[in-house]
């Protein structure tokens, strides 16, 4: 079965730093974007970012809030993404989902995992 | 920034039809998908490519996309569809991924 796990979450002052982790089981990770999506207490969803699969360039997005102070990074060979989170500030604390951002089956259709979360709370 | 519009709420009674619109200007070029999050959950994925319904999503949903402007449609939306629904897509210029805001559905 297919499945998603994050891990790292948890207490930070302002300006320090997180590393979250996302154990990837049940599907071929190495031909999956992944991705990361967050949700601050009571908000919508945002994306966070992207890391595109190796066979497609392993090339990275990031959207602007984080830009600069976030990193998202695979290792395929152990099946784990990650996101290293820098500089953070009180606007960061929110729910981080690790997700497929791009993952279709040999049929074509899409194939959209998520994890249950981790939470991260920036506060002093 | 690239933003994605959605009313804030959608109110139907129970058998009626629910329609969720998401409008941005570069739907004319980009798919939408559509997320249901039920409190406390992580986000499921109702539609993608604008109509594609995933494997165990229920007939009811479907989707449609005309200009800027998609449609989520819940036809005969059930007490269990109540949940915050979310379009999604893809910013033309720099292809980010975009949320909408969301749309509180309330079948009462």
């Known amino acids: 079965e297919e499945e998603l796990v994050e891990s790292g979450g948890g207490l930070v002052k302002p300006g320090g730093s997180l590393r979250l982790s996302c154990a990837a089981s049940g599907f071929t990770f190495t031909n999956a974007w992944m991705g990361w999506v967050r949700q601050a207490p009571g908000k919508g969803l945002e994306w966070v970012g992207r890391?595109?699969?190796?066979?497609?360039?392993?090339?990275?997005d990031h959207a602007a809030p984080v830009k600069d102070r976030f990193t998202i990074s695979r290792d395929d060979s152990e099946n784990k993404l990650y996101l290293q989170m820098n500089i953070l500030k009180t606007e960061d604390t929110a729910i981080y989902y690790c997700t497929t951002d791009y993952y279709y089956d040999s049929d074509g259709r899409q194939l959209d995992y998520w994890g249950r979360g981790t939470l991260v709370t920036v506060s002093s | 920034s690239y933003e994605l519009k959605q009313p804030p709420s959608v109110s139907v009674s129970p058998g009626q039809t629910a329609r969720i619109t998401c409008s941005g200007d570069a739907l004319p070029k980009k798919y939408v998908s559509w997320y249901q999050q039920k409190s406390g959950q992580a986000p499921v994925l109702v539609m993608y490519e604008d109509t594609r319904r995933p494997s165990g999503i229920p007939e009811r949903f479907s989707g449609s996309s005309s200009g800027t402007m998609a449609t989520l449609t819940v036809s005969g939306a059930q007490v269990e569809d109540e949940a915050d629904y979310y379009c999604y897509s893809t910013d033309s210029t720099n292809n980010h991924r975009v949320f909408g805001g969301g749309t509180k559905l309330t079948v009462l």
């Open positions: 890391i595109k699969s190796k066979v497609d360039g392993g090339t990275t």
